[in-house]
């Protein structure tokens, strides 16, 4: 079966999870996809385009050689690599998409997003995305060493890991009304996302229409991949990992 679109969130690509990393890097060596959309959080964190490891440079030599081979992929920040640039773009040959994307799957419009700003009741959470999404932020971070940089971004992983032990489930979740207003906004009944870790398809009524939000699942345990075919029909793969290839 050909593949006309691929999704994917929430892999959180870092250096200590190998067997993350190769489970995405086969995957996107399998040719019968045409699209790839990245809904966000594809890296732990990212700190800058200039931060140029070894790792991160095969993960962009990865991205390009997929797209010279005709593979169009399709990029979206997440609330780990909002700090992703034209740079980064560029070398990977990926294409940026806006936090709000509307795309046509078999001819219906389908609302694309990391999903973060679904969560209406972390208030806490939004407070910090709204800093860090400014650019005047992002600049005075950017002018920083990468050593500088890192201890940052450590400090920011630690905090919002003891944040989000501590909120009850329903404030980590997405709002129901929010989902609502956004998809309205767009004139669809058609959602996909990621970042709450919580995979499922809600089915529910809206503006008296039948309206679906699919949920993408992270790959802390196993990889997940959303796949359509050119006649609409959608199946979640499921991809095991190697856990010899962890350390």
Same mark, same amino acid.
């Given at each position: ?65 997929? =797209? ?6 399709? &990029?979206?920040?997440?609330? !780990?690599?909002? +700090? %992703?640039? #034209?740079? /980064? @773009? ?29 969560? =209406? ?6 407070? &910090?995305?709204?800093?860090? !999404?400014?650019? +005047? %932020?992002? #600049?005075? /971070? @950017? ?105």
């Amino acid at each position: 079966m050909t593949i006309k679109q691929a999704f994917i969130s929430d892999l959180h690509l870092e250096e200590s999870r190998p067997d993350i990393t190769k489970l995405f890097l086969d995957f996107l060596k399998q040719p019968k996809v045409d699209e790839l959309y990245i809904l966000g959080d594809f890296f732990e964190v990212w700190i800058g385009d200039d931060n140029l490891t070894p790792f991160n440079q095969q993960i962009i030599a990865a991205l390009h050689a997929a =797209t010279q081979r005709g593979l169009k992929i399709y &990029f979206m920040r997440g609330n !780990r690599d909002f +700090l %992703v640039g #034209k740079k /980064f @773009l560029r070398a990977a040959g990926c294409e940026l998409l806006p936090d709000e994307y509307v795309i046509t799957i078999a001819g219906k419009p389908t609302l694309l997003m990391h999903g973060d700003t679904l969560c =209406t009741a972390d208030k806490a959470y939004l407070k &910090f995305r709204k800093k860090a !999404r400014c650019w +005047l %932020v992002q #600049k005075i /971070f @950017l002018l920083k060493s990468l050593e500088t940089r890192r201890e940052i971004a450590q400090r920011h992983r630690d905090a919002s890991k003891s944040h989000t032990s501590t909120m009850p489930d329903y404030i980590m979740d997405v709002t129901q009304a929010e989902v609502e207003r956004v998809m309205s906004k767009h004139h669809v009944f058609d959602l996909i996302h990621g970042h709450t870790h919580r995979p499922n398809v809600h089915e529910f009524q809206m503006n008296g229409q039948a309206a679906k939000r699919t949920v993408l699942a992270a790959w802390h345990e196993q990889g997940s991949v959303l796949i359509c075919d050119a006649n609409g029909k959608r199946e979640l793969l499921t991809l095991e990992m190697d856990i010899n290839n962890n350390r």
